[in-house]
């Protein structure tokens, strides 16, 4: 069974422009979460969606939102872009909002 | 709010030398508590889910169990493979509410040969 995939793996962008993440979750999950890990920091929440509707949200500036397709696929956009969104992205997925989350491989952003 | 401490912060173990990390936390009701374990660079891999205090769960050299307060994660003749950062996560059961889990800041071990 294939488990959460993101993309791309690296991202590369200036500041002041704008970045899109990627995500699929595991067959069967309805619920994608996004969460930052900066370096040396913990994993931080962003956002929650489940069935296309946004469920929850971290303490994040409105310019980190995203959505949720149909097929329960994610994206992530962050725009007007600091240089301190620079860290590593990571997707979850789990069954509707209550289980456990698994990760996918993250996507690496850094912000010049 | 919730609240989870992982210590120590860093371990160092020899190859064969069993040892434990520990995770605390603070929640009202627990859910369930999550531990991970993430390598450089990649995300967390999934290892086990505890739910409720006296419960246990094994995986090759490791084996979780849970109090009221803490849980622990032992991790017997550790060989260098084991080396990574362990996550602790706790999620809160909360009526009608949100179910995201609180992290710990991990655990990283460095096993030697």
């Known amino acids: 069974e294939a488990g959460v995939t993101q993309s791309p793996t690296h991202l590369i962008k200036t500041r002041g422009q704008q970045a899109t993440l990627r995500c699929s979750p595991i067959s069967g999950h309805t619920s994608v979460y996004w969460y930052q890990q900066a370096l040396g920091l913990g994993l931080q929440f962003l956002l929650w969606y489940d069935e296309g509707e946004e469920r929850n949200r971290g303490n994040f500036p409105p310019r980190f939102s995203g959505r949720q397709f149909p097929n329960y696929s994610s994206e992530l956009n962050v725009n007007a872009l600091e240089l301190e969104d620079s860290a590593l992205y990571l997707c979850?997925?789990?069954?509707?909002?209550?289980?456990?989350?698994?990760f996918g491989p993250g996507t690496r952003l850094t912000v010049l | 709010e919730d609240q989870v401490t992982q210590s120590p912060e860093a371990l160092r173990l020899q190859e064969g030398e069993s040892s434990s990390l520990n995770c605390s936390y603070t929640?009202?009701?627990?859910?369930?508590l999550f531990w991970y374990r993430q390598d450089p660079g990649k995300g967390p891999e999934f290892l086990f889910t505890?739910?409720?205090a006296g419960e246990e769960k094994e995986k090759e050299r490791l084996k979780a169990t849970l109090t009221k307060k803490e849980s622990f994660l032992h991790i017997t003749a550790p060989k260098p493979e084991d080396s990574a950062t362990y996550l602790c996560?706790?999620?809160?059961?909360?009526?009608?509410?949100?179910?995201?889990?609180?992290f710990g800041r991990g655990t990283s071990l460095i096993v030697h040969p």
């Open positions: 505890l739910y409720s």
């Open positions: 929640v009202s009701g627990l859910r369930g």
């Open positions: 996560a706790v999620q809160a059961d909360r009526t009608g509410g949100s179910y995201i889990p609180t």
């Open positions: 979850a997925s789990s069954l509707w909002g209550m289980d456990t989350q698994y």
